[in-house]
């Protein structure tokens, strides 16, 4: 199975999602501070590996007898949106120990719940497939995204082991390209039928009667079903309303937020603008090119047709708390 972590010999092993596809490399941390830096520089990305590489850099850092209170702070800084690394954080400090055993165990359950959520999610998902779908889904939500099989990506996975006739319209996903090189890699992998696609062709699709059915995964839900996800997911409800096809969030309750009423209160992370001006290293736009480069939007509960968790479908409007 493809899995984005991996607990070896007293350390965390990271697959670098960087340079994935064409290189596949572990980078091998042994501090709270490495496992912050790997978050934020996106060696481990989506919202629930976040998670769970936080908990490993609490057990690192438990291992070391390093100060528990500036390790959590300084996993706590590595990215903003994803309500699963806060969680994950929250639970390590609920044990109320320094223990490393202690703590190494919670980080595996946190990650072994994981994986069982999303096949959960999966088999709710896959129920509201149609027998013969084109399904257009947007950045990774997979297996690198998750402790396995994953979210929205797990929905297609399911759907395709049943009985249904999956055909996935994969977008690229600019700035970082999560979808041509992470979810590319995993249908091919699965041998899902699929094409990449720029994210600008979406709309054409949806027109020419080619999409079925779009499924994204989520960093946040607020109380209200308002759903952080990666930039460009908002576009993609908007034209599945226009166009009449079912929009479906996939998430486990680890990226709910029930403390925020709705959307307007996530944070939003802004990354740096060489995400856009450069491609794989090399300058493509004008040199000191101004850009904004927002990592995520927010989806109004209103154009979300299911909410999928591991506990079932929810339809709108939604009041989870
Ligand atoms: O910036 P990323 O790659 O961490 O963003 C990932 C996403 O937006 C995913 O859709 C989300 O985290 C869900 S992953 C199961």
Not at 20 to 34: C, H, K, M, N, S
Not at 41 to 50: D, N, Q
Not at 250 to 277: H, K, M, Q, Y
Request: with cysteine.
């Amino acid at each position: 199975m493809l899995t984005p972590l991996r607990w070896t010999d007293g350390a965390l092993e990271m697959l670098d999602q960087r340079i994935l596809p064409t290189r596949v490399e572990w980078i091998r941390y042994t501090t709270a501070e490495g496992v912050a830096e790997g978050i934020r520089e996106m060696v481990v990305r989506g919202a629930p590996a976040i998670g769970i590489a936080a908990a490993y850099g609490m057990a690192l850092a438990a291992h070391s007898r390093s100060d528990l209170k500036s390790a959590d702070a300084v996993l706590r800084a590595s990215r903003p949106t994803a309500v699963n690394l806060f969680w994950a954080l929250d639970k390590i400090q609920a044990l109320g120990t320094d223990h490393p055993d202690q703590i190494l165990a919670m980080a595996k359950s946190i990650e072994q719940d994981d994986l069982e959520m999303n096949l959960a999610i999966g088999r709710h998902g896959a129920e509201l497939v149609p027998k013969a779908a084109n399904i257009l889904t947007i950045c990774n939500t997979g297996a690198l995204a998750t402790a396995g099989h994953g979210t929205a990506l797990g929905v297609i996975r399911s759907a395709f082991a049943g009985d249904k006739e999956i055909h996935v319209w994969s977008c690229e996903t600019r700035p970082r390209q999560q979808g041509l090189r992470l979810t590319a890699f995993e249908l091919m992998h699965d041998k899902i039928p699929f094409n990449s696609i720029s994210d600008g062709m979406a709309a054409s699709l949806m027109r020419a009667g080619k999409v079925d059915f779009v499924i994204a995964g989520a960093d946040r839900i607020a109380a209200n079903g308002d759903t952080a996800n990666k930039i460009g997911t908002y576009m993609l409800a908007v034209l599945a309303k226009h166009h009449g096809i079912p929009f479906a969030i996939a998430a486990p309750s680890s990226t709910f937020d029930l403390s925020l009423a709705n959307g307007d209160l996530i944070p939003i992370e802004e990354r740096t603008g060489t995400e856009i001006t450069h491609i794989e290293g090399v300058q493509v736009a004008p040199d000191n090119c101004p850009v904004f480069n927002p990592g995520f939007d927010v989806t109004p509960g209103e154009l979300i047709t299911y909410i999928i968790t591991e506990n079932g479908v929810f339809r709108p409007p939604f009041q989870f708390k």
